[in-house]
T-cell receptor, first 112, second 114 residues
Framework: DMKVTQMPRYLIKRMGENVLLECGQD?????MYWYRQDPGLGLQLIYI???????SEGDIPKGYRVSRKKREHFSLILDSAKTNQTSVYFC???????????FGSGTRLTVL | TQTVSQSDAHVTVFEGDSVELRCNYS??????LSWYIQHHGRGLQFLLK??????VVQGVNGFEAEFSKSDSSFHLRKASVHWSDSAVYFC????????????FGKGTHLHVLP
């Protein structure tokens, strides 16, 4: 069905709490991404996953970690969330290098 | 360092007008270029891409883009816009040395007035 699904769509957490954002894709894509989007900044790359247990830092990895134990799932974890991590987080998948990215609908995270 | 810049944060046109959304990049080597569209509250959707060959590429919904190596540009155009084209448009680049890493510009918000 060519879909990237992100859960939850909206999330409110308190500073210091742990946050888990989940992403799934049904296209058997090798590559998956996590970006965050902030007003005036566009999308910033947090992590890339090339396949199961093969992850690489993007441009702003500090404060985040990822987990990919199955090809179809890619999780973003915030250990002890900070207020400056309030953002909209997008997951994307791609068949491989230089291919089209398919995006989920995003998770709007608010850290109070 | 690869950078991509979209000089216009907002562009406003009337329905039926033509529009050009600008994208410039800075990198001396081979580069992959693409455009994505984001409607309000949604994820990004692919419009078109270029790597080599004909510098004018056609995308969905009547969009096209033209690559210019001399200007380091990849501007997006549409001959006649519809109100439903109102959205944020992102230019994206990746390098052939690491084509997995896709970097996005800050986006241009296109407003189409009736």
């Amino acid at each position: 069905d060519m879909k990237v699904t992100q859960m939850p769509r909206y999330l409110i957490k308190r500073m210091g709490e742990n946050v888990l954002l989940e992403c799934g894709q049904d296209m058997s894509h090798e590559t998956m991404y996590w970006y965050r989007q902030d007003p005036g900044l566009g999308l910033q790359l947090i992590y890339i996953s090339y396949d199961v247990d093969s992850n690489s830092e993007g441009d702003i990895p500090k404060g985040y970690r990822v987990s990919r134990k199955k090809r179809e799932h890619f999780s973003l974890i915030l250990d002890s969330a900070k207020t400056n991590q309030t953002s909209v987080y997008f997951c994307a998948s791609s068949p491989g290098s230089a291919e089209t990215l398919y995006f989920g609908s995003g998770t709007r995270l608010t850290v109070l | 360092t690869q950078t991509v810049s979209q000089s216009d944060a907002h562009v406003t046109v009337f329905e039926g007008d033509s529009v050009e959304l600008r994208c410039n990049y800075s990198y001396g080597g081979s580069i992959y270029l693409s455009w994505y569209i984001q409607h309000h509250g949604r994820g990004l959707q692919f419009l078109l891409k270029y790597y080599s060959g004909n510098p004018v590429v056609q995308g969905v919904n009547g969009f096209e883009a033209e690559f210019s190596k001399s200007d380091s540009s990849f501007h997006l155009r549409k001959a006649s816009v519809h109100w439903s084209d109102s959205a944020v448009y992102f230019c994206a680049v990746s390098l052939d040395t690491n084509a997995y890493k896709v970097i996005f510009g800050k986006g241009t918000h296109l407003h189409v007035l009736p």
